[in-house]
């Protein structure tokens, strides 16, 4: 059969791919302008509803802070240049001096140690802050030279005096931007709230502006983008002649406001879509002129094409468990049995990303069923966190066309694992944001955790995941 042939050629081509890239680890570390904080340590990093959290005291002495721990009320004091921040475990509220401020998460206490929101460090320190959350790596850059901007600019963050000030209306809810992502010509903003984006036309020089009124950064935002100690920062944005750059910044927080700035080599039309109701996201498209190329691959009669990815390869182990099994077999091994099973479904081609262990750049992965115009991509992976008690099951989608997926696949996945429901989840991964159909990341449980570990390296369970895989495909295709 003529698609099989292409599809097959298509797969050959992919495997064959020399190797490239870089191994994941799978414990966290903490660096400092290139230099480990964390060598040799046991690390506490964690999400906690899209804040990093990450250890309070050995980021501040390492800046040459002091540091005091008062046991009975809980409470963390920093002398910085005679500035005195003080925090208390589990209240969101903080002082630095005499003024109140607002924390995004409160301080938490993992053994010994306080655990505080990435952004806090970022900006109480004046740090850039950069989440790697594959490789989980935190990276703090002290400044060389100071920023200033023009109309990605303009933050009022008060010197750096970090946490978030309250709004005005205290009742009033802040929309929380949590990732952004440009490809195919299109500008998309994932968000959680209310806020209704303004976007406009400006020229000398060309660009377009999106205002998100009352809204401002989660530090989810920090997961692939880079955001300076006064909220600005850039994507790269590459192929794309019409589009120079994208800004973005806290625009101001007197109202609050999230703004991104698409840089313009000529004047552009676009369209705005707005889809989701509290989870959000807004998509400037700049191929306002061009319609979808939806066309089938010639000889499709009706099937569906599904594509599956197994996680890492080769030199790439991903997570490695605690009793040191990796990631890479575990999510194979799912794969190779979801994908039997799926072989016995009479309206679906199945097609892997890979078949063994071999390496496989993340861009192949997504371009491979992008090419195939492939009507679902799932991949499978096992989690790990620096904490041995974080367990569960979670699924990630990044863009908007993918929740309804996501919900079906992690009613199956949870049923499968019988792990706790760690819920649905908005993840920036490259697989997920760059393919064009559904794809949903499913996180089976935790390799960091002795109890999760051993249960996914079972026969029985990879054989309930992977037909939970094929049911919740079933379901979301109405087959
Ligand atoms: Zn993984």
Known sequence: MKKFAFMLLLLLFVLVLPEQGHAASGTSKIFLDDKELTAGQDVSVENVNNSIMVPLRMIAENLGYKVDWDQKSKTVTIEQQGKTIK???????????????????????????????????GEQFGLTVKWDNTAKVVNLITPEIPESNNDSGGSTVDGGSGVVVPPTDPTADLTMVNGVSFSENRLSIAMDGSSQPKVSKVSGPDRIVIDL????????????????????????????????????????TNPYTVRFVIDLNQAKNYSVDVSGDTSKLVVIDLNAQSTNDTATLPGNSGRKLVVLD??????????????GKYEKNFNLAVILKAAALLKQENNIDVVLTRSDDTFLELKDRAGMANNLKADLFISVHANSSASSVSSGSETYFQRDASKALANVMHKYLV?????????????????????????????????SNKGDESLLFTEDLQNKVAAGIVAGIKEYLKL
Do not use: C, W
């Open 87 to 121: 925090l208390i475990v589990d209240q969101t509220a903080a002082s630095v001096d005499d003024k109140t401020m607002i924390l995004t998460t409160a301080p938490l206490l993992r053994s010994d140690t306080t655990l505080v929101p990435i952004r806090f460090i």
């Open 213 to 252: 009124p009352n809204a401002t950064f989660s530090d989810a935002f920090g997961t692939g983008q880079v955001l300076d100690p006064n909220l600005n920062g850039k994507l790269s944005v590459t192929n794309y002649p019409d589009v120079s750059g994208v800004r973005y910044s806290l625009y101001s």
């Open 310 to 323: 197994a996680g890492h390869g080769a030199k790439d182990s991903g997570a490695i468990g605690v009793t």
């Open 415 to 447: 049923q499968a694992t019988g792990l706790s429901d760690r819920g649905v989840r908005y993840g920036n991964f490259h697989v997920i944001r760059e393919t064009t159909m559904p794809a949903v990341l499913l996180e089976v449980g935790y390799l």
